[in-house]
């Protein structure tokens, strides 16, 4: 089988329910942990009693902060999320009091038994009034080129507008858990639902007050992260592990759906405003934006994932004079977060809705003015934070896609159908996205393995990423087998533990098998120069030779060769054995750390990226006018991947991220009552996309062809970027509302475009139509 060629290792573990989640383990004696939290969002807790529930039934512990041995801390940057409320609450979820029971009746009896009284604070739930209010939750940030006030002055024509985009709920299939297993000593061990087992252990380590070498975190599998585990998996973490600290008994926590969305924190809502100004032809020569985001009530991610949407404010245009503000907002709501993409669809969102609307300005196609604007090949290649964009794939893509979409001539029929026909509308959209690939915290771009060859020829692969379903354990193993030249059959990618591989950041920012390939590669040919070394000597026996160099040889076919002589093999089995007999260590770790990156905060400047992945997308939806209800008729992607590590993992991540990001630009509206009760907290309320949501016709193609050289096996990361091409089902939807009006009028309407926001906005256009 073709290294490339693997099936994902889940795919059969799934269906024949082989595969092992953390709810799924049971350790002897575990006990049940439930976490009681704030009905209020903002409140003084003026009482706060345990006592009658204590001396139920099946109650074995029940922990308020005062009980926390360490620091009451589980902010993963600042210092601004208790692990349970102390005396103030902050927002409907926030954990208080932690419960261990022997079943969970009992935790749910010893629930009501828990006397908890609030005085109300004043609370901040909507964006616009923590605007309003100038509730910053962290510094402005400033990214700027050029000179913007006399551009905006001087351009022949000037937009400004507004867009609103809206939060959105991870929808893991597996809800936030943790089992936290004690020790001998201090010792406790965590069975995590975690993006980030590293951190995990950090945060475990201090609310137990304890050094990290007692805390072990190991992930075998998540059902599903997408950013949601990222930091938040740290929590459920942190309480199973005091409750199971108190106990001296293992204790697991698992949220039920509904607490699970009450609790986390979703996608950042952003409301963004912006001027932009452009000549005649389309040419966009100047954009400011300021971006103001929803953080929540505390830091968490919310600078990494502004910083993130200002640099992809311009997409994958140039733009000479830009000015990008962003600004992130403390309000009383769960703390947002890491959310595929990062800010990066929020931050495209606004451009890209700008540059349709400079279409309808100008009467021209959307899909042209883009075109028109695409960063340059040998010019108008800076980004406006100082990077130059290099292997620019942007106007092949477009070439390619224009032709395989078909997209002129469906055009033309769709005008032909809009006229024709009164109550359903047809609308096509073509949006390119280009993702900045690393962490833009430069320091987090490392990653390390620790692999073995065992004495019967197999070899195990540790390394420091998780397996969340993206198939990262397939592409590694399947980089491991063409790295070793051997079978995959000889290589088993063994459970992410932070005792083997320590250290290590998020598997997130689409970076896990860039880093991790390359620090597993990095391992791999540590132990391959020290079996060359013995293959030399069996070599020069075999073939009589004096001399031969180490760069002669050859791992390939499970075997081991002269590049001279292939025909003369040393089967990889036998080697391992001599170099074993020869007293060779057969274990080494691997380290990687991604060169040439760096970025400036303050200034808004550096080279914050390895490389940009590059993506395109044509949508068409059909509309009914009356209800304003759409349908998805047909999508074309083609996404570059560079050399895929994987050709059909590369697939279903494209597929499934543009499929989220469809659910995100139309059905899924998250709502809360003006208390800040989520409303919207199961799938009765909260419309994720499903089956019938996948377009009619779906054509999904990699970019062959162009090689991204000085990646691992010359492979680019997906995991993200695709989720940005559901823009252009969006703006699908606004070329067919468009379509009411004969493309007179803009339509108005933020995203997600629920069927009741097309509707208002075709009845307002409808309204301006008979003035
Ligand atoms: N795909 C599946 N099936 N499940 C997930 O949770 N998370 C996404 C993406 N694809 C996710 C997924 C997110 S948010 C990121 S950052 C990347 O996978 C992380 O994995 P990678 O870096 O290995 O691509
Ligand atoms: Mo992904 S949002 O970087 O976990």
Redesign the pocket.
Known sequence: MKSTNLKHDSAFKHVTGQSVYVNDIKANRQLIGRVVYSTEAHARISLLDTKAALKLNGIVSILTSKDIPGKNQMGPVVDDEPCLAEDEVTFIGQAIVLIAAETEEAAFEAEKFILIEYEELETILDLHQAIAKNNLITPPRIIECGNVAETLKSAPHVLSGELETGAQEHWYLETQSALAIPGEGKEMLIHASS?NPAETQTIVAEVLGISKNEVDVEVRRMGG???GK?TQANHVAAWAALLANATHRPVGIHLFRDDDQKITGKRHRFFSKYQIGFNNEGKILVYSVELNSDAGSATDLSRAILERAMLHAENAYFIPNVKIVGKAYKTNLPSNT?????GGPQGMAVIENAIDKIARFLKKDSAEIRYLNFYGINERNITPYGETVLNNRLHIMFDKLLASSNYAERKKAINTFNIVHEFVKRGISLTPVKFGISFTTAFLNQAGALVHIYTDGTIAINHGGTEMGQGLNTKIHGIAAAEFGVSPEFIKISVTNTSKVPNTS?T???SGSDLNGMAVKNAIEILKSRLTEVAVTQLKEKLNKETLAADQIIFSDNSIYADSHPEIKIAFRDLVKQAYLNQISLSTTGFYKTPGIFYNRELGKGNPFYYYAYGMAVSEVELDVLTGESKLLRTDILHDVGDSLNPEIDLGQIEGGFIQGVGWVTTEEIKWDKRGNLLTHSPDTYKIPTVNDIPRIFNVELLTGYPNEGSIRKSKAV??PPLMLAFSVWLAIKDAVSAVGNHLFEPRFSLPATAEAVLLSIEEIRGKLRN
């Open positions: 993006q992260a997408f950013g990222e890491a959310f595929r993409g990062f998020a997130a920012a689409s995991g993200e």
